[in-house]
């Protein structure tokens, strides 16, 4: 055989090898076009993944948020001190409680040496709740959209806070001019002021968890 022949038949070899791989991909360019496609108008991803549910929601919030502009300061200072209720609320919480299981305490065991140091405790649990409520309000804003749930809370929440600026001055008025009328009045605030606190920690948790988080 002639070897221009030879060279022609190699050279038409070669063209072939090279141009089916690009045809080839060019193909799947192509089919992979078309999938992607069908998938984008059936509102799935492409690539042959399903779409969870809520995910172009989820998307498009976070589209949102990235394109949200910048809160102006009283704005953010507002939030932010929304965000700090849930720390400042603790205080409070263990402080009332605290100060009734010494009262309980002491009155039964007849130990008044353990209601020595209630007095600073019952200050600093009056003061700390007033903060905390004032931060609540911060968190959730005015009144007028709320459910039940959290009208219950946001109100019991500021009824703490009185109850324990009442149960610090009865406790002030015992100390310091001792009388069976002054005691009873310090010991109806201070267990009403500390069942409050549980019922109110019970609706944060109906909140935050749902209403079925304490079922047994």
Do not use: C
């Amino acid at each position: 055989m002639p070897l221009h022949r030879i060279l022609s038949g190699l050279a038409i070899a070669l063209a072939l090898s090279v141009s089916a791989p690009a045809i080839a991909h060019e193909d799947h360019d192509k089919q992979a076009a078309s999938r992607a496609q069908a998938a984008a108008s059936a509102g799935a991803p492409a690539g042959g993944m399903t779409a969870m549910p809520g995910m172009t929601a989820d998307m498009d919030h976070g589209a949102m948020m990235a394109e949200e502009a910048p809160r102006p300061m009283p704005q953010r200072l507002y939030r932010w001190l929304g965000a700090m209720h849930p720390a400042a609320v603790h205080f409070p919480i263990a402080l009332f409680l605290v100060a009734a299981l010494l009262e309980i305490a002491a009155l039964t065991l007849r130990r008044p040496v353990l209601t020595q140091g209630t007095r600073v405790i019952i200050a600093l649990a009056a003061i700390s709740s007033v903060a905390a409520v004032l931060l609540g309000w911060f968190a959730m804003g005015l009144p007028g959209k709320d459910d039940v749930t959290h009208a219950y809370h946001r109100w019991l929440g500021t009824s703490i806070a009185a109850l324990g600026m009442l149960s610090w001055w009865a406790k002030e008025h015992w100390v310091r001019r001792p009388g069976r009328g002054r005691a009873l009045i310090y010991i109806g605030f201070l267990p009403l002021t500390a069942a409050a606190v549980v019922v109110n920690g019970l609706l944060r948790g109906m909140m935050t968890r749902g209403m079925r988080h304490l079922m047994f």
